[in-house]
């Protein structure tokens, strides 16, 4: 299976179940076992599936090099249930699989699931609907089915009550701007964010992917406006905030051993405890940080993690992020740094007798940030994916991004100052521009990686060549290290054994033939 993405789209991981269960079925490797004095043809055991699937996972950009030996096993385990494989009875379902020398054989059956049908009115109001019907942007307003929190609504209201007093005193000085009301400020925020959306992950409409009834840009703009020095969300109402004994322990693990108190009462095995104290919360939660709502979104997302594309997916987190509820927010932006800080820590105590920290946080939490619904094959998979990515860049994702306020400050203006008729006729005031490099293929990206890299250790042999201070002795050293591990490099630079002599003055290491005098010819002694 190639490591590629793939566009966005709906039912992602249905189409990932699919391909993954195609890629496996048709190359996983089949030949004779014998088993209990039997000869099964065309089979395979568990251990081997178990070698050749997470070989594949591990190198699929979907799921990453983070994928472990334990999750392959439970996939397999998947796969039984769902008929894709049976053992060699032909049992399968309720049957149990374990990474041993169990038998396994694939059915006559097809292992693809079938998409399910769109309902025909669903997710209707697209972003290309604002900019094709620019007279019905504004009628939008409250057809999320949700009523935001109190604190929310206070945060919409003050931020509304400020640009109006912006535009109260430029009308003293102009007299010509134009009052703009709350429904408005809101439904530009929306408007923005889905365009910003639409054009960082280069897709014609994003209606596949979100219904921008589900984008409150109340949510939006608390995220925005309401955050500490650090840029973390602060709640006004602390009932929705993390509880304080909670807070307490994720401080304690995030800047261990620095914050333990030697007041607190500590004992062989309580950072486990501790640790294990925020995992109980965490997985306690209704439903996963990032909302059952937004699945698909985060999803589709997965597929641009690959390394060429990691700017498109760190701009369109960021922007995804900030379409949370505040408090899930919040949530997200403590576990991530705790969890971060935690892998990171060399002095960090081990949680786990087989797993590592960081192993440890992806497989604790992974289902806490991410999950489907409804059940969903590849779940812990595509959780553990986005994880990892979360960790490793937490701090950039989970900022507030300036040109989204400086997009929204622009359009607000354009409409106050009255230059059109109707409200939604403002929004055909050109946007600033944000995009990112062209995207390449993966193949091209592969060639430009071989050359970039080939040139870069060319460097260092010249660096090596050139490098007067290195004795004598030193350099022979390093450039016959340097042949041994990039010998066509070598060769390239020193094609013949003149030139590579000629470098240190040395005399041809082929030696001129001597010159050979002839034995003369002694006639015989006797007479």
Known sequence: MESRGGAPGPYRATKLWNEVTTSFRAGMPLRKHRQHFKKYGNCFTAGEAVDWLYDLLRNNSNFGPEVTRQQTVQLLRKFLKNHVIEDIKGRWGSENLDDNNQLFRFPATSPLKTLPRRHPQLRKNNIDSFSKDKENVFKLRNLSGRTPKKHVLHSSQETTEKVNDEIREDQKNSGDYREISQEDVEEVWRYIILLYLQTILCVPSLEELIDPNQVIPQYVMYNMASTSKRGVVVLQDKSDDLP????????????????????????????????????????????????????????????????????????????????????????????????????????????????????????????????????????????????????????????????????????????????????GDALAAPVPAFSYCQQISAQEFDEQKVSTSHAAIAELLENIIKNKSLPRKEKRRKLRQFQKEYPLIYQKRFPTTESEAALFGDKPTIKQPMLILRKPKFGSLRY
Request: with cysteine; aromatic share 8%; net charge negative.
């Open 244 to 423: 304080h004994w909670v807070l307490s322990a994720m401080k304690c693990l995030a800047n261990w051993p620095r914050s333990n108190d030697l007041s607190n009462p500590t004992y062989a095995g309580f950072e486990r405890d501790v640790f294990r104290t925020i995992a109980d919360y965490f997985l306690g939660l209704p439903e996963p940080l990032l909302t059952y709502e937004y699945y698909e979104l985060f999803v589709n997302i997965l597929g641009l993690l690959q390394p060429h594309l990691e700017r498109v997916a760190v701009g369109a987190l960021q922007l995804c992020c900030l379409l949370l509820p505040p408090p899930n927010r919040r949530k997200l932006q403590l576990l991530m740094r705790m969890i971060s800080r935690m892998s990171e820590n060399p002095d960090m105590p081990r949680l786990h007798d087989a797993m590592g920290t960081r192993a440890l946080m992806i497989h604790t939490f992974s289902r806490c940030v991410l999950c489907c619904a409804e059940e969903v094959d590849l779940d812990e998979l595509l959780a553990a994916r986005l994880v990892s990515f979360l960790m490793d860049h937490q701090q950039e994702i989970l900022q507030v991004p300036t040109y989204l306020q400086a997009a929204v400050d622009k359009q607000l203006d354009y409409l106050k100052k009255g230059h059109v008729e109707h409200p």
